[in-house]
T-cell receptor, first 111, second 114 residues
């Protein structure tokens, strides 16, 4: 079983829709949670970073962490065609160097 | 502001040939540096990280090696490439010794070994 599970998609939504992207994890030692956006053949770009349960909002993006359920989500409001990309969740155990990444969910926002 | 440069963007190499990928960071001193590999449809795998000049740690046994000859320069190498070395290679940096260490990636190198 992978430490981090993420549905690969693709997830196709119309422009303006609310998008929900999710990851589940099995290691309760994960303390830091990140979401990256990756356009085709480009490096991942850090979108959101959080280390506590609850919600964190930044513009159209909201990151949600539920440590009791080992579940994290990224919500995108008013989705735009420019949001079309692969979204990767990532997590870190305190004191461990490596991030553990999900395999990514490909999102397509149709104009 | 900090920037990271990685080159080349695309590389096609025959099996058994050598490899050298280079990454440089600007606008910061003594960064932590990382090499990740991303296989198609899979998550990123950490290959090497460095906390200072000449200090390299390997996360997985493999056909590759890394070096850090200067503070902001990180090089990924191989003496003889294998087919299984194909993939998307990403260099990344972070500010060390912070509780909320955040990783910033370069634009990546798509390596095809034929």
């Amino acid at each position: 079983q992978k430490e981090v599970e993420q549905d690969p998609g693709p997830l196709s939504v119309p422009e303006g829709a609310i998008v929900s992207l999710n990851c589940t994890y099995s290691n309760s030692a994960f303390q830091y949670f990140m979401w990256y956006r990756q356009y085709s053949r480009k490096g991942p770009e850090l979108l959101m970073y959080t280390y506590s349960s609850g919600n964190k909002e930044d513009g159209r993006f909201t990151a949600q962490v539920d440590k009791s359920s080992k579940y994290i989500s990224l919500f995108i409001r008013d989705s735009q065609p420019s949001d079309s990309a692969t979204y990767l969740c990532a997590m870190r155990v305190t004191g461990r160097r490596a991030l553990t990444f999900g395999s990514g969910t490909r999102l397509q926002v149709q104009p | 502001s900090q920037t990271i440069h990685q080159w080349p963007a695309t590389l096609v190499q025959p099996v058994g040939s050598p490899l050298s990928l280079e990454c440089t960071v600007e606008g910061t001193s003594n960064p932590n540096l990382y090499w990740y590999r991303q296989a198609a449809g899979r998550g990123l795998q950490l290959l090497f990280y460095s906390v200072g000049i000449g200090q390299i740690s390997s996360e997985v046994p493999q056909n590759l090696s890394a070096s850090r000859p200067q503070d902001r320069q990180f090089i990924l190498s191989s003496k003889k490439l294998l087919l299984s070395d194909s993939g998307f290679y990403l260099c990344a940096w972070s500010v060390p010794a912070t509780v909320n260490e955040k990783l910033f990636f370069g634009s990546g190198t798509q390596l095809s070994v034929l």
